[in-house]
């Protein structure tokens, strides 16, 4: 039995009672025949697990079946400028029992991941402002361990806490990531996924959608990533996401429509735009 195997067992075998509601769905596919092994081992060795990949690559979807194959709830933070101590950690707030008023901390998704075992999952985690993440450092080392600045309260870690963090690099209001934080974290590269991959996900997703707009969909989809690839289109144009929100579309409208809803219309470039619905024209003649 693999060190995955055996974690696996354990972990299923424990109760989370009601938390099994956050508990993701699985169905990851992944891009070659190491990566999802590779990364369940940096999560069974309890090393925090950055995955960089474009938006739509299927970062969100990797760490909801990571969460399902070890029946382990998930706690998500997408991160913003916005994102404070308070988002993390969570907050005091004034409540009335028996007629008394009391303060009470309602803990935040850093705190219940970490004393529940639970997974915790930040988002865009290159979004946030700077001076807000150094209080996830000794969380994300080998302390695994946080002194809580709102109550004073020594948090140690579950034995299952584990940390995912997904980062988009140089996408607008994304900064580099502070070497002292990025040094805790082992890194994946997540990539779009192409040929059989995407047959595969196109078949299990719309089993019943006519073949000829499935091999529309996938011809026109392996384009738009060697566009991406020579510089004419931005990444957005080629994510996996919204080609699938398009196929969804398809099912019911004209599909080149449903293209321009679902990808044209949210690139920023106008040329792009264009280019796309081109490529789009000539694969559906």
């Not at 209080?135 to 995912?164: C, K, Q, Y």
């Not at 293209?259 to 040329?271: C, F, G, T």
């Amino acid at each position: 039995m693999t060190i995955i195997e055996t974690e696996i067992k354990n972990r299923t075998s424990r109760t989370h009672g009601e938390d099994g509601r956050l508990i993701g769905t699985g169905g990851y596919i992944a891009p070659d025949e190491t990566m999802w092994t590779d990364i369940l081992t940096a999560v069974v060795l309890k090393k925090p697990v950055l995955l960089k990949g474009p938006t739509g690559a299927g970062k969100t979807k990797l760490a909801e079946s990571i969460s399902s194959v070890f029946q382990q709830p998930i706690q998500s933070i997408n991160c913003s400028v916005d994102l404070d101590a308070e988002a993390l950690l969570g907050f005091k707030t004034l409540v009335q029992r028996d007629g008394q008023s009391a303060i009470e901390f309602v803990e935040g998704p850093v705190v219940t991941a970490m004393k529940k075992g639970h997974i915790l999952y930040i988002d865009e985690i290159n979004m946030a402002k700077a001076e807000t993440l150094p209080i996830l450092h000794s969380v994300l080392d080998h302390r695994r361990m946080m002194t809580n600045p709102f109550t004073g309260e020594v948090i140690e870690a579950h034995a299952d806490f584990s940390a995912i963090a997904a980062i988009n690099e140089g996408y607008i209001g994304t900064a580099p990531m502070n070497e002292a934080l990025k040094n805790r974290f082992i890194a994946y590269p997540i990539p779009y996924l192409s040929g059989q991959q995407l047959t595969v996900l196109w078949d299990r997703e719309f089993p019943e959608a006519d073949a000829s707009l499935k091999a529309f969909m996938l011809n026109l989809a392996e384009d738009l990533m060697k566009q991406v690839e020579n510089g004419l289109l931005s990444e957005e144009a080629a994510s996996i996401r919204s080609l699938l929100d398009a196929t969804a579309l398809a099912l019911h409208i004209d599909p080149l429509r449903a293209v321009r809803y679902a990808i044209a219309e949210k690139l920023d470039d106008q040329n792009e735009r264009h280019l796309l619905m081109d490529l789009a024209n000539t694969w559906r003649k």
